[in-house]
């Protein structure tokens, strides 16, 4: 049975950092990606970064890189999305989800056939 759930999200000042945990246990296959979307008010859904199971291979959107850092503990099943210098801007809830989409379209797809809850990350002085 596949369960992806997020954790880690808060409330930070503009500067300060937070990091993101999404636990994706159950997932068997060769190949997939994991990735972190987010969604503010009023806003679509747009990707942040991605990571491969093996964690060979990452992608971030432009407007965080340089800020975030995904990274994997495989022993774990555990994905970190590590979020450096955070902006007003970066407030949303944050997703991640699971599926075998291509790498070079991992945060320009939704086509992820499993999602996480999400959890709140919420920048303000």
């Known amino acids: 049975q596949e369960h992806v759930v997020e954790s880690g999200g808060g409330l930070v000042q503009p500067g300060g950092s937070l990091r993101l945990s999404c636990a994706a246990s159950?997932?068997?296959?060769?190949?997939?990606?994991i990735a972190w979307f987010r969604q503010a008010p009023g806003q679509e859904r747009e990707g942040v970064s991605c990571i491969t199971n093996s964690g060979s291979s990452t992608n971030y959107a432009d407007s965080v890189k340089g800020r975030f850092t995904i990274s994997r503990d495989s022993a774990k099943n555990t994905v970190y999305l590590q979020m450096n210098n955070l902006r007003p801007e970066d407030t949303a809830v944050y997703y991640c989800a699971v599926g075998q989409v291509l790498f070079r379209l991992c945060v320009d797809t939704l086509e992820y056939d499993y999602w996480g809850q999400g959890t709140q990350v919420t920048v303000s002085s």
């Open positions: 159950g997932f068997t296959s060769d190949y997939y990606v």
